[in-house]
């Protein structure tokens, strides 16, 4: 069975910083587009990151650009979200999601949409940045 789960999640504090973890079974993430979506109460969900599945190169949306990184670790089977000087914006549930490009998809951007609309997604973790 393909198994997303996150993790890392919590309460933190303006400025502080938190690592999230998105760990991969019943399937390889080697090869997979994977992206790191939030939604915040009362909000429709959005993409904060996506990582291509083929050369590595990442996407952030502005919100977070210069915040947060995201890595592989495909030892590991796992990704992470690493995000520092978090605002109270960030606030939400984060998710993490995952799926097989087509070999025609070349750019982040691309990879990222068609994980946003794709059927591997983890069951989230909440974050809550308050003071």
């Known amino acids: 069975q393909l198994k997303l789960v996150e993790s890392g999640g919590g309460l933190v504090q303006p400025g502080g910083s938190l690592r999230l973890s998105c760990a991969a079974s019943?399937?390889?993430?080697?090869?997979?587009?994977i992206g790191w979506f939030r939604q915040a109460p009362g909000k429709e969900r959005e993409v904060v990151s996506c990582i291509s599945s083929k050369d590595g190169s990442t996407y952030y949306a502005d919100s977070v650009k210069g915040r947060f990184t995201f890595s592989r670790d495909n030892a590991k089977n796992t990704v992470y979200l690493q995000m520092n000087s978090l605002k109270v914006e960030d606030t939400g549930v984060y998710y993490c999601?995952?799926?097989?490009?087509?070999?025609?998809?070349?750019?982040?951007?691309?990879?990222?949409?068609?994980?946003?609309?794709?059927?591997?997604w983890g069951q989230g973790t909440q974050v809550t940045v308050s003071s």
């Open positions: 019943g399937f390889t993430l080697d090869g997979y587009a």
């Open positions: 999601a995952a799926d097989l490009p087509p070999s025609a998809f070349t750019s982040v951007e691309a990879m990222c949409v068609l994980v946003a609309g794709g059927d591997y």
